[in-house]
């Protein structure tokens, strides 16, 4: 009896060895490519308070739920200060990829920087990073998509008039774009007059009262490109309590309140992006890098033009 214990014991700690042996790297390794069932991916959104970037959200959602990613979204609600916190946070978490809508191109830089040096992938969604690699950018051609409002505006009004550019949030890639195209068909045009060109954020209500201003000191105004559709919104709201007629308003993003807009008649035309797909390419693009696949430095995502 004496002589069967220690050889028991023995065989018992044989196999605890053993066990322990195969348990320790299972549970250290990542997961194996293609198994992102225990993969989290951060996005980072300017805000949630804005259409687009709530179908933004859901396409990246739905397209993690069908990968078994597990999307971890946060909202700056358009504060740079808010959104460099929560990137921060996103950073402690460990995600494998994070995903970022900037509030402000320029701000940040120093956050994605952070991000990479800890072995974080960064992909920018819509707006661009200035002053920072990121893995990939996706975005619709915001200068081809002004190019493109602009060229609807002048053909409506016969080639002239005068006209309000209603801009975005200062210092982001998007505004700064979308102006670019717009003005590389206006400018030095003979015949065509901006008159006003003013930032109202991307809000409806800021792209309401500034509107109600420009049009105090210009009732000749004929034509109005504002940078998104919550700002045109607001813009047509602004023109229709002024009483003025014929009116060629434009938006940009193709929401679902600027689409029905367009159909009502109100509306003259919105640059139709897919902010949906945006999204959903870069839980896709998240996934490539999270598996070891080399990405596109720009993915472009198509762009169309709803008028009426």
Request: aromatic share 2%; proline share 4%.
């Amino acid at each position: 009896m004496n002589r069967f214990v220690p050889t028991l014991l023995a065989s018992i700690l044989a196999v605890g060895l053993v066990a322990c042996s195969k348990q320790g790297p299972e549970t250290a390794a990542a997961p194996a490519a293609g198994n992102n069932a225990a993969v989290s991916v951060g996005l980072s959104i300017s805000t949630l308070n804005n259409p687009f970037f709530v179908a933004l959200r859901d396409g990246a959602q739905a397209e993690a739920s069908k990968d078994g990613i597990n999307l971890i979204t946060v909202d700056a609600q358009d504060d740079p200060a808010k959104q460099i916190a929560s990137v921060e946070d996103l950073i402690q978490k460990k995600v494998k990829v994070i995903l970022i809508n900037p509030t402000d191109s320029d701000a940040v830089a120093n956050v994605v920087k952070q991000a990479t040096a800890a072995g974080i992938a960064v992909v920018s969604l819509d707006r661009s990073v200035n002053g920072a690699e990121v893995a990939s950018h996706i975005a619709s051609d915001n200068v081809a998509g002004g190019k493109l409002a602009a060229e609807f505006l002048l053909e409506k009004l016969g080639g002239k008039g005068n006209l309000v550019e209603l801009e975005g949030v200062p210092g982001t890639s998007a505004a700064r774009e979308r102006g670019q195209g717009f003005h590389s068909v206006v400018d030095g045009k003979d015949g065509v007059k901006l008159v006003a060109r003013q930032p109202a954020d991307f809000d409806r209500a800021k792209g309401l009262s500034v509107t109600e201003n420009i049009l105090q000191g210009n009732k000749d105004v004929q034509g109005v490109f504002a940078h998104n559709d919550e700002m045109a919104l607001g813009a047509q709201k602004a023109v229709e309590a002024a009483g003025l007629k014929n009116v060629v308003v434009v938006g940009f993003d193709a929401t679902p309140d600027a689409v029905a807009a367009v159909k009502a008649g109100s509306l003259a035309a919105t640059v139709q992006q897919k902010p949906d797909l945006i999204g959903q390419y870069g839980v896709q693009t998240a996934k490539k890098l999270i598996d070891g696949q080399t990405v596109d430095k720009s993915i472009p995502v198509p762009l169309d033009l709803v008028k009426q």
